[in-house]
Each structure stands twice: as structure tokens, then as C-alpha cells.
Nanobody, 116 residues
Framework: QVQLVESGGGLVQPGGSLRLSCAASGSIFTINTMGWYRQSPEKQRELVATVSTRAYTFYADSVKGRFTISRDNAKNTAYLQMSSLKPDDTAVYYC??????????WGQGTQVTVSS
């Protein structure tokens, strides 16, 4: 099993920045891909960004150029640096991990609100 704990959400003004962190514990040696999803009341859960063990990254078109995903394998932690935030970025952000057996693990979510 893998446990994921997110932190770093909050309220920020449009154009501002936030950094989310996701700390993994448990059977971390089996994790390959980590990533972030988000969900707002009006939308289904959507993929934001992923990073592989070898630091290959993928971004949704809506966040390209504004968000950066990274991973510190020594600390078993993934990060999502969010800049130029827009009200449409408001959502609950969930950390996700997939292991070598294609099992999916989720964090509890952290709220990000972009509002003036």
C-alpha cells in the first residue's frame, strides 16, 4: 500500500502562485508515476500533470507554461508549482500515484481557491 498526503493549498489572488506538495509513504519503492488531478463542482476530475521516476513530465493543455511538476525521489515527494493562477484553476487538487502493478493511490485532496 501507498499513502499520499498533500499540503500547500489555500486562497490566492488571480495571477498569484502556490506550491503543492505530496509526500508518499508505505510501499514507495513500487511507485513509478506520480501526478496531480483536480476536481471542481462543475467538472469531472481531470488530469493536471504527471511525472515519472525518470522525471518525464506531462501537462494538460490548460496548465502548460504555468504549472511545473517535479519529484524528489530521495524525499518521496512530488511537487506542483502553480503560477499565473486563474479563477478557473479553483478546485480540489488530488495527488495520485501508480505502482508497478498498475494499482492507483490517491491523497485526500487539498483545496485551491483563486479569487480576488
Amino acid at each position: 500500500q501507498v499513502q499520499l498526503v498533500e499540503s500547500g493549498g489555500g486562497l490566492v489572488q488571480p495571477g498569484g502562485s502556490l506550491r503543492l506538495s505530496c509526500a508518499a509513504s508505505g510501499s514507495i519503492f513500487t511507485i513509478n508515476t506520480m501526478g496531480w488531478y483536480r476536481q471542481s463542482p462543475e467538472k469531472q476530475r481531470e488530469l493536471v500533470a504527471t511525472v515519472s521516476t525518470r522525471a518525464y513530465t506531462f501537462y494538460a493543455d490548460s496548465v502548460k507554461g504555468r504549472f511545473t511538476i517535479s519529484r524528489d525521489n530521495a524525499k518521496n515527494t512530488a511537487y506542483l508549482q502553480m503560477s499565473s493562477l486563474k479563477p478557473d484553476d479553483t478546485a480540489v487538487y488530488y495527488c495520485h500515484a501508480r505502482n508497478d502493478y498498475n494499482f492507483n493511490f490517491w491523497g485526500q485532496g487539498t483545496q485551491v481557491t483563486v479569487s480576488s
